[in-house]
Antibody
Framework: EVQLIQSGAEVTKPGASVKISCKDS????????IYWVQQAPGKGLEWVGL????????IYAERFQGRVTITADTSTDTAYLELNSLRSEDTAVYYC???????????WGQGTLVTVSS | EIVMTQSPASLSVSPGERATLSCRAS??????LAWYQQKPGQAPRLLIY???TRATGVPARFSGSGSGTEFTLTISSLQSEDFAVYYC??????????FGQGTKLEI
């Protein structure tokens, strides 16, 4: 059974950084890309970026470029999303999802709520 | 960046009735269009990919159609568990793989 299990909720302050994880199981980790998607409270879905676990290559949405780092650890089949210089607008649920490079997202993590508040 | 526009923003339908949701792309995305269902407090769930192919385990009452810039998700006979928010997503021209703003399907 394919599962993407994300780390728990985070509360952090403006200007800080946070790193959330997505532990994958039930499939060969390097065969799929891992994507991250942001959902602000009461809002829609926004694509953040992706990582190719096989070689660590990343692509980021322009809006997040420079403040986000996505990585993958093939020894633990875990992907990470690090958000830097946090501001209140970054308060959101962040989802990881599995997909092919040119495809849709077929399995999703349960989501991690990141709250940025002073 | 391709902009995906969904209509209507919300739709009120009775159980047993048919629901038709629309998604329009600002330029052609061929058939590289997916639909997702999201219930409150849950992650999105893949329903349709390739504009018309149901994902594994998705009931036959869900169907997708369209190509190019105009797409439709039809739910033939609404069940209580179908009331949720539905998002379309294009994956033809990226980054980014843009989503529509969602259609809320209400009883």
């Amino acid at each position: 059974e394919v599962q993407l299990i994300q780390s728990g909720a985070e509360v952090t302050k403006p200007g800080a950084s946070v790193k959330i994880s997505c532990k994958d199981s039930g499939y060969t980790f390097i065969d799929y890309y891992i994507y991250w998607v942001q959902q602000a409270p009461g809002k829609g879905l926004e694509w953040v970026g992706l990582v190719d676990p096989e070689d660590g290559a990343t692509i980021y949405a322009e809006r997040f470029q420079g403040r986000v780092t996505i990585t993958a650890d093939t020894s633990t089949d875990t992907a990470y999303l690090e958000l830097n210089s946090l501001r209140s607008e970054d308060t959101a649920v962040y989802y990881c999802a599995r997909g092919r490079i040119a495809g849709y997202f077929d399995y999703w993590g349960q989501g991690t709520l990141v709250t940025v508040s002073s | 960046e391709i902009v995906m526009t969904q209509s209507p923003a919300s739709l009120s339908v009775s159980p047993g009735e048919r629901a038709t949701l629309s998604c329009r792309a600002s330029q052609s995305v061929s058939s590289k269009l997916a639909w997702y269902q999201q219930k409150p407090g849950q992650a999105p769930r893949l329903l349709i990919y390739g504009a018309s192919t149901r994902a594994t385990g998705v009931p036959a009452r869900f169907s997708g159609s369209g190509s190019g810039t105009e797409f439709t998700l039809t739910i033939s006979s609404l069940q209580s568990e179908d009331f949720a928010v539905y998002y379309c997503q294009q994956y033809n021209n990226w980054p980014p793989k843009t989503f529509g703003q969602g259609t809320k399907l209400e009883i």
